[in-house]
């Protein structure tokens, strides 16, 4: 036991959102984890329904839980309200819907401290619980087990979600990373932000995050105009964004890639952009972003070509 205690603190922060049905679940797999000590970090940000009570109760059952509560401002403040109250050395963020294998941690934790890591990262797998179904786990392009540079683990395409991870304390706050606030596919930024400004980063190949699908109040399940209309805007906002990070980094590459995809998919989801209200608003936030100007400093063939590869796998041989 007396070397158990020489572990790092490691503050797992967990944002919530109207999960009354998921939070037990996610919470006891952290619970379960095989490393110590875990403190975990719940921020409730705004829930309508009994998340709030099923978080105390858990609080109640364990003694490694804080719980902080704010008004609904999305993913991004909830993140950073966490990040705010972190102790740890050591930092992983989870979404209240998903779980994790036990060895998760401990693994990725070895790996940063055994190879003095900015982070490291794991494999993770769709779940569709409701339907007991899961599919394919998403690996990567980065080559595993291998040591690279946040510029070359980010040109080999790698996952954009900051949950699969664990991350060193100090290298977050050393340029002072916050996520972005209220704004949706914010991920595609910040994560590229983090890789691109760590010096030494890995992964592994083994599967530990469950990322569950089905749950229908989720952002990616929300069908409402005004949903789509914020969704385009932002996506056009991460656009701009990445492009003044491309610049700071004088790159192109798997950016450019980012930067074009985000822009398609915010100006030609051919369904919605039949609608007018939602074309006109598309059409302001471009010109108010420049994006036409983006574009065409980003556009290559061999993105083109890539994005054709895309629509045939999407669209004729319905994959992900």
């Not at 963020?93 to 934790?109: A, Q, Y």
């Not at 998403?138 to 699969?164: A, K, Q, W």
């Not at 985000?262 to 936030?285: D, H, P």
């Amino acid at each position: 036991m007396g070397n158990m205690n020489k572990n790092k603190l490691l503050s797992v922060i967990v944002p919530m959102y109207n999960v009354e049905k998921y939070l037990k679940t996610c919470v006891e797999s952290i619970e379960t984890q095989t490393y110590t000590p875990i403190e975990i970090i719940l921020v409730d940000d705004g829930s309508k329904d009994s998340t709030l009570r099923v978080a105390n109760n858990l609080a109640a059952q364990f003694d490694n839980i804080k719980i902080y509560s704010q008004s609904n401002q999305g993913q991004g403040a909830a993140r950073n309200n966490g990040l705010s109250h972190a102790n740890g050395d050591l930092i992983a963020f989870l979404d209240s819907d998903d779980f994790i294998e036990p060895d998760m941690m401990k693994t990725l934790v070895d790996m940063v401290d055994n190879n003095n890591l900015d982070f490291a990262e794991c494999s993770y797998q769709d779940v569709y619980c409701e339907k007991n179904k899961k599919s394919h786990v998403h690996f990567s392009n980065v080559p595993s087990d291998t040591v690279l540079t946040g510029r070359d683990f980010f040109e080999h395409h790698p996952i954009l979600s900051p949950c699969n991870r664990v991350y060193s304390a100090l290298f977050l706050k050393g340029f002072q990373f916050q996520f972005t606030e209220n704004r949706f596919a914010e991920d595609v930024y910040d994560i590229s932000n983090i890789m691109l400004h760590a010096k030494r980063a890995m992964r592994t190949d083994q599967c530990y995050y469950y990322y569950r699908r089905d749950n229908f109040g989720s952002t990616r399940n929300n069908k409402e105009l005004s949903h789509k209309i914020k969704l385009g805007k932002d996506k056009l906002f991460i656009v701009f964004k990445l492009n003044k990070l491309r610049e700071q980094y004088e790159i192109h590459g798997y950016i450019s890639h980012l930067i074009i995809r985000n822009i398609l998919g915010a100006l030609c989801t051919s369904n919605i952009y039949k609608i007018k209200e939602y074309r006109n608003a598309m059409i302001l936030e471009s010109k108010k972003l420049d994006i036409k100007k983006i574009f065409s400093k980003n556009i290559s063939l061999k993105i083109i070509y890539s994005m054709m590869l895309i629509a045939i796998n999407k669209f004729l041989l319905k994959k992900d």
